[in-house]
C-alpha cells in the first residue's frame, strides 16, 4: 500500500517490477474544434455499445452527456457570451496573481511584451463577442485514484505505465468505485434494457461485460504493443496528445504561457499540480474558463485521503459500542 | 477580430444587430436562466449570486445501490448488536436471551449477506470479495469482517440448535470441548459485531458522494448507535422482559446516543452539503426516524418491563433505525444527483484555503 495522498510515483507504489514511464494525456481544449472524432474511435477500439436512446440533449451540439460505462471520451459543447468571457478572463487572472509561478508579462495591467502581435493572427477564430468552448473529457487516471483505492476486489489495478484499468474478468459489479470517483468518471454498464426502444433487443445481446464498472483504459492493449491511444491517434487538430506524463505537463504550461502572452488569460490547466486532492491526473487539460463550466469538479479530493482517520473515528465508535454493552449487562440489578 | 488589450477601451458596440444563440450554461442556483425574456437581449448578471455548472448535469456519479444497500446496513446493524447480546446473554446466563439473539444474529447477517450479494452487478462472482485482503478498501474490510462475524454467529446457531433438540447432533467425544467452542464462538461474534456496526459508515463516508463525505466524522457514531437501538429493540419484541433488561439498557443508550450524534453531524457539515438529509424523500425519513428513535427510546426507558410497552417499543427503534439507513443512503444518492452539492462545497473549501493563504493545492493551475 502506498501513501494515499500528495505528490508520488503510482507506478513505484503499485510495486511494478518493470515500471515503464508514466503515461497520460495532454487534452488542450483551445484547439479542439468538437469533432468528436475520439469519440468515435474510442468507441470502435474498445467495441463500448451505444449509450441511450440517440435523443437530442439540448445541450448545444453535445448529445453524448456525460463519461460514463459505454462512453470514455466525452465532448462538451459550452457556448458563452462576452461577459462570460470576460469573467473566465479575469478568474484566469486572478490565479495568477494568486502568485502561481512561471507566468510572465500576464498580470491586467502589464503591457503585452513582444511585437508579435502586430503579425496577422494565425491563432484560432475568436472574438470578444461570444464563443464556442469545446472540451474531449476522458479518465484523469489520477495519482490517488478513488476508484482504485476502494474496489474490493482488485479488479481496479495500476498499470506498468501509471494508468488504472478494470480487469472485466474480477469485477464483480459492487458500484463502490462509482461513488469514490471524484470526477464522475467510471460507471457500472447495465444490460441497455431500461428503455423501451425496440433497437435495444437486437444489439443488447452484444454488450460485452454487462453489471461490471467500465472506464477508460488509456488503451492499455495498445500502450503494451507501443501503439497511442485511438482518442489521441484520431484527434485532428492535436487537441488530444499523448505521451510521458512529464513532457506532457512541462508542453501544458508552455501552452499556457503561450496563451497568456496573447492576452487569453482564461487559459489554466486542469490537474497539473501534484499537490491537489487527487496527487495530480495522468490526464492533464487546458481550459478556457472554470472546471465546473465543463462539469469538473472545482477542488476534487480522493476521498480515501481522509480514510484512517475515518477507520479511527469508526474504531471508536465501535469501542464505544462495546463499552455500552458491557455497561448494559454489568450494571442495575440482576433481572 | 483580435483580441487585444485595446478591446477595453473601443467605444461600446450596438446591441441586438446580432443573432445571438447565448445558450446559458450558467444558472442561478434556482435554476433560472438569465438572458432576455425574448431572447434577444442579454440582461444584466450578478455572478457571485450564481452556481455554474455543465447543464445542470452531475458531476460525481451516484452509487449505484439500491434499497438492498439499505437493508443490509440495517441487517447488519442488528447482527452485530444481536452477537454482542449473545454473547453478553451467555455469560451473565440468560438462555432465552443468548437463544434469541443467537438466532436474531445469524438470520440477520444472513439476509443482510444475501441483500448484498443481489445488489452486485454479477452477483456469481459474490467470492470475489474475499479475493484480496485491501485495506484502502472499506468493502473488502468489511467483507472480511463480515465474513468472520458470520462464521462466529454460525458455529454459535449450530451449538444453539445442538441445544434446542436436546443435544442430539452425533458430535461423539468431540462434545467435551463444545462448552470452549461456544465461549469462544460468542466471544469472537461479540469483538465483530461492533466492527461489522461501523465499517458500513466508512463504506459511505470514503467515496466523493457530497452528503456522505461530509459526514465521515460523525457517521460511524450514528451508525453505531443505531445498530444498537436495533439490536435492543429486537430482543425486546422476541424474548420476555425478565431477561432484557440488559437490552432495554443498551437500545435506551443506543437511542440517546444516535439522538445526539445526528445533531452533532447536522449541525457540523457544510450546511449545502447536509441539505439532502433535511428535504424531501430521505429528510422525511430522517424525520421519522428521529421521533420513533426518541419514543422508542422513552418507552424502553419508562416502561420496557412491561412486555406490552416493550414490544412496541422494540418495534418502533427497528423501524427507527431502517429509516436511518434508508434515509442516509438516500440523501447521499440525491446530492450526487445534484451538481450543486459537489461544486459549491468544493468551491468554498478552495476559497476558504486561498484565503487562509494556502495557494499551492488547487487542481486549477496557470504554471
Known amino acids: 500500500m502506498g501513501q494515499l495522498s ?69 465532448v462538451a459543447f459550452i457556448e458563452q457570451g462576452a461577459e462570460r468571457i470576460e469573467s473566465a478572463r479575469e478568474s484566469g487572472r486572478a ?46 487516471h489520477c495519482t490517488h485514484a478513488g476508484c482504485l483505492d476502494v474496489c474490493p476486489t482488485g479488479a481496479l489495478f495500476r498499470t506498468e505505465y501509471g494508468t ?41 445481446a452484444e454488450v460485452p461485460n454487462v453489471g461490471v464498472a467500465q472506464k477508460c483504459t488509456l488503451c492499455y492493449d495498445r500502450l503494451v504493443d507501443g501503439q497511442t491511444p485511438a482518442c489521441a491517434q484520431t484527434c485532428p487538430t492535436t487537441s488530444i496528445k499523448f505521451g510521458d506524463h512529464d513532457d506532457l505537463v512541462t508542453q501544458a504550461r508552455e501552452r499556457v504561457r503561450e496563451l497568456h502572452a496573447q492576452g487569453m488569460t482564461e487559459a489554466r490547466l486542469y490537474g497539473a499540480n501534484d499537490l491537489d486532492g487527487v496527487g495530480g491526473t495522468g490526464s492533464v487539460f487546458l481550459l478556457l474558463d472554470e472546471p465546473e463550466v465543463y462539469g469538473l469538479p472545482p477542488d476534487p479530493r480522493v476521498p480515501t485521503a481522509d480514510l484512517p482517520r475515518m477507520f479511527n473515528r469508526a474504531g471508536i465508535a465501535a469501542v464505544g459500542m462495546i463499552a455500552a454493552a458491557a455497561a448494559s449487562f454489568l450494571t442495575g440489578r440482576r433481572r | 477580430m483580435t483580441t487585444s488589450e485595446f478591446d477595453s477601451l473601443r467605444p461600446p458596440e450596438p446591441v441586438g444587430g446580432r443573432r445571438g444563440g447565448r445558450r446559458g450554461t450558467r444558472r442561478r442556483a434556482d435554476g433560472l436562466r ?50 454482542m447480546l449473545a454473547a453478553g446473554a451467555r455469560l451473565t446466563e440468560r438462555p432465552t436471551l443468548r437463544r434469541n439473539s443467537r438466532l436474531a444474529a445469524i438470520s440477520a447477517v444472513g439476509l443482510g449477506a444475501a441483500a448484498l450479494v443481489k445488489d452486485l452487478g454479477r452477483p456469481e462472482r459474490f467470492l470475489n470479495m474475499l479475493r484480496t485482503v485491501k485495506l484502502t478498501s472499506p468493502m473488502s474490510v468489511g467483507s472480511w469482517i463480515l465474513a468472520g462475524f458470520s462464521a462466529g454467529a454460525g458455529v454459535a446457531t449450530v451449538l444453539e440448535v445442538d441445544t434446542m433438540t436436546g443435544r442430539r447432533f452425533p458430535l461423539g467425544s468431540l462434545r467435551r470441548f463444545l462448552p470452549v467452542v461456544e465461549v469462544g464462538a460468542d466471544l469472537w461474534t461479540a469483538a465483530l459485531g461492533p466492527p461489522l456496526a461501523a465499517y458500513t459508515a466508512v463504506l459511505l463516508a470514503d467515496t466523493a458522494t457530497p452528503t456522505w463525505n461530509d459526514a465521515r466524522d460523525e457517521l460511524p457514531f450514528v451508525f453505531v448507535s443505531s445498530a444498537m437501538l436495533a ?137
Request: one cysteine or more.
Open chain 1, 6 to 74: 500528495g505528490p508520488t510515483d503510482p507506478t513505484l507504489d503499485a510495486n511494478w517490477a518493470n515500471p515503464q514511464h508514466r503515461k497520460g494525456f495532454f487534452t488542450d481544449t483551445s484547439i479542439c474544434i468538437g469533432c468528436k472524432a475520439c469519440e468515435v474511435a474510442c468507441k470502435e477500439w474498445n467495441h463500448n455499445p451505444r449509450d441511450g436512446d440517440l435523443e437530442l440533449l439540448g445541450s448545444s451540439y453535445d448529445n453524448t452527456g456525460a463519461l460514463g460505462a459505454s462512453t470514455w471520451r466525452h
Open chain 1, 95 to 140: 490565479l495568477v496573481s494568486l502568485g502561481m509561478p512561471g507566468v510572465r508579462g500576464a498580470g491586467p495591467t502589464d503591457p503585452l511584451p513582444d511585437e508579435s502581435d502586430m503579425r496577422p493572427n494565425t491563432g484560432p477564430p475568436d472574438t470578444a463577442e461570444f464563443r464556442w468552448l469545446m472540451s474531449s473529457d476522458v479518465c484523469k
Open chain 1, 164 to 204: 488504472v484499468v478494470v480487469q472485466d474478468d474480477v469485477c464483480n459489479g459492487c458500484g463502490t468505485c462509482v461513488a469514490g470517483c471524484p470526477f464522475g468518471v467510471i460507471e457500472r454498464r447495465d444490460d441497455g434494457m431500461a428503455s423501451a426502444n425496440t433497437r435495444h433487443t437486437a444489439e443488447s
Open chain 2, 34 to 83: 438569465p438572458g432576455g425574456a425574448d431572447g434577444s437581449r442579454e440582461m444584466p448578471m450578478v455572478p457571485e449570486a450564481e452556481f455554474t455548472s455543465y447543464y445542470g448535469r452531475p458531476v460525481v456519479k451516484p452509487a449505484p445501490w439500491g434499497p438492498e444497500i439499505a437493508a443490509y446496513l440495517f441487517l447488519g446493524g442488528v447482527a452485530g448488536g444481536s452477537g
Open chain 2, 231 to 367: 439490536s435492543g429493540g429486537l430482543a425486546m419484541v422476541t424474548t420476555p422482559v425478565a431477561e432484557t433488561r440488559p437490552a432495554r439498557t443498551l437500545a435506551v443508550l443506543g437511542a440517546a446516543a444516535e439522538l445526539v450524534a445526528t445533531t452533532v453531524m447536522h449541525r457540523r457539515m457544510d450546511p449545502v452539503a447536509a441539505e439532502p438529509l433535511h428535504q424531501g424523500r430521505p429528510g422525511t425519513m430522517l424525520r421519522w426516524s428521529e421521533m420513533l428513535t426518541a419514543a422508542g427510546g422513552l418507552g424502553a426507558l419508562v416502561g420496557g418491563h412491561r412486555r406490552g410497552v416493550a414490544v412496541v417499543s422494540g418495534l418502533s427503534l427497528l423501524a427507527a433505525s431502517a429509516l436511518t439507513r434508508l434515509g442516509v443512503l438516500e440523501a447521499g444518492i440525491e446530492s450526487a444527483k445534484d451538481p450543486r452539492y459537489t461544486i459549491e462545497p468544493q468551491k468554498r473549501r478552495l476559497a476558504a484555503r486561498r484565503a487562509a493563504g494556502i495557494t499551492d493545492d488547487s487542481i486549477t493551475t496557470v504554471g
